[in-house]
């Protein structure tokens, strides 16, 4: 099993959308492009140029009435995709996909395709949620109420029918936003087969997430931290930090002070 045609979902907002043009940037930087799709999902287009293998799929009007779930539901209810990664517009990728952790990202890919595991959690084992060895280099998580990486929402690869089960149990919940769906889902097992890697090192990490954004503001704090000792946070993986990358960040903070005055 190999990246290639593997779709990259990337969800986004009419108020987030501008923060596309440095995913783009970042991602094209970092991944393998050449293999994977990113299909842009959102619902008014950003005036933005887009790089080769990048597009965006429209949802329609953006509607803050209804459940955050229900334009998710539709589209995907209509992709032929059945194992795809997801994301959202502000999880900028601040490290190379290492070779090793590419390999990893196949062989758990292997795993979905082969519907022996319904998503791959792509971030370190933050919280010791690694229950036991699954197979080759993942671990199965736990799976009760309050275990956060079963309901995460940072970069995973999915498995369609999980995502979709998830997205219309939160809907039936009341969730009306992201960490609603994190949180009201939390509350019980979600039962699915979520693989990870444990550990908290460089290594274990697939995708170097970075959120641009944090609890509806620009994550500012970054640049006196990385000014300081060239890092972005105390893990292994946001130490030494391409001044290319923060350049990235600076530009669309300048973006973000512009559209929230």
């Not at 199965?140 to 369609?160: A, H, K, Q």
């Amino acid at each position: 099993m190999t990246l290639q045609g593997l779709k990259n979902y990337v969800i986004t907002s009419n108020r987030y959308n501008f923060l596309l043009e440095g995913y783009m940037s970042l991602f094209s930087k970092f991944w393998p492009t050449e293999e994977v799709e990113t299909v842009m999902v959102g619902f008014k287009s950003p005036p933005l140029t887009f790089l080769p293998n990048f597009t965006f799929s429209s949802m329609g009007e953006q509607d803050d009435g209804v459940s955050w779930c229900d334009p998710l539901i539709k589209f995907f209810e209509e992709v032929s995709d059945n194992v795809f990664l997801m994301c959202f517009e502000d999880h900028y990728p601040v490290k190379p996909l290492a070779p090793e952790a590419k390999l990893r990202l196949e062989e758990g890919l292997e795993f979905l395709h082969n519907n022996q595991a319904d998503k791959l959690y792509l971030m370190p084992d933050y919280f010791g949620k690694a229950k036991q060895h699954f197979k080759g280099k993942w671990h199965l998580s736990f799976d009760n109420g309050g275990e956060l990486v079963t309901t995460s929402l940072l970069p995973s690869v999915w498995r369609r029918e999980h995502l979709l089960k998830l997205l219309y149990k939160a809907k039936s919940l009341g969730a009306q936003t992201p960490h609603d769906f994190e949180l009201l889902l939390n509350r019980s097992s979600t039962e699915g087969r979520v693989l990870l890697t444990p550990g908290t090192t460089e290594e274990a990490c697939i995708y170097a997430n970075l959120d641009a954004v944090r609890s509806g503001t620009y994550n500012s704090g970054i640049f006196h931290r990385w000014k300081h000792n060239r890092s972005t946070g105390p893990q292994e993986w946001m130490q030494n930090v391409d001044e290319d990358v923060m350049k990235i960040f600076k530009s669309m903070e300048a973006g973000w002070v512009g559209r929230n005055v």
